[in-house]
């Protein structure tokens, strides 16, 4: 079945940079564009990214763009979000998930907790 | 967060339960509402998504409506298991991006 697995946890201080991956297997990896969720400790779900992967496009909310990157690997199957300039307002948990339909998000990630701390 | 939603909700085992979902035009307005539950220390899980159409697997105690700029879930036949925190999304065509709702944690009592 589609699954999407995400890489470790990540302790970074302040103005750093952070990379993360997310590996999708169980379905055609072209046909779905995938999106990063992050959810701070207590806080509700915002969208952070989106890439849509055979054709490279993306998109950024206003509050992140200019410091977050996604990318697309299409040979390994794996999306990769960066976030620069981190600080602790970056502190969450990110999830990966698959767009079934606008906002409409079917398969998800476990996570990925990156702590920003000095 | 764009979609507001109340903080918690409540009902005895077997009552049904409905929470909102309030939005604008430019999201709720023009734009299908999604709804997710998320178990305590999980990922969140798509329950009903487009008009009112549920993933395989997800029983039919869960259903969705929608209104012009607002929306509910309404879930039935409450369950111990069904005790969880609950968001909406859609998309909003202003931000060009889809929004999620404040968050609704739902107790059975």
């Known amino acids: 079945q589609a699954q999407l697995v995400q890489s470790g946890p990540e302790v970074k201080k302040p103005g750093a940079s952070v990379k993360m991956s997310c590996r999708a297997s169980?379905?055609?990896?072209?046909?779905?564009?995938v999106s990063w969720v992050r959810q701070a400790p207590g806080e509700g779900l915002e969208w952070v990214a989106w890439?849509?992967?055979?054709?490279?496009?993306?998109n950024y909310p206003q509050t992140t763009q200019g410091r977050v990157i996604v990318t697309a690997d299409t040979s390994t199957n794996t999306v990769y979000l960066e976030v620069g300039s981190l600080t602790s307002d970056d502190t969450a948990v990110y999830y990966c998930?698959?767009?079934?339909?606008?906002?409409?998000?079917?398969?998800w990630g476990q996570g990925t907790l990156v702590t920003v701390s000095s | 967060s764009v979609l507001a939603q109340p903080p918690s909700a409540s009902a005895a085992p077997g009552q049904t339960v409905t929470i909102s979902c309030s939005g604008v035009?430019?999201?709720?307005?023009?734009?299908?509402v999604n709804w997710y539950q998320q178990l305590p220390g999980q990922a969140p899980k798509l329950l009903v998504y487009?008009?009112?159409q549920r993933p395989s697997g997800v029983p039919g105690r869960f259903s969705a409506s929608k209104s012009g700029t607002s929306a509910s879930l309404a879930i039935s036949g409450l369950q111990s298991d069904d005790e969880a925190d609950y968001y909406c999304?859609?998309?909003?065509?202003?931000?060009?991006?889809?929004?999620f709702g404040t968050g609704t944690k739902v107790s059975v009592l």
């Open positions: 998930a698959r767009e079934r339909a606008a906002s409409a998000y079917d398969v």
């Open positions: 169980g379905y055609t990896f072209g046909s779905f564009g």
């Open positions: 890439i849509s992967p055979y054709e490279d496009n993306r």
């Open positions: 035009t430019s999201n709720i307005g023009y734009n299908d």
């Open positions: 487009g008009r009112n």
């Open positions: 999304s859609s998309w909003d065509d202003t931000l060009n991006g889809p929004v």
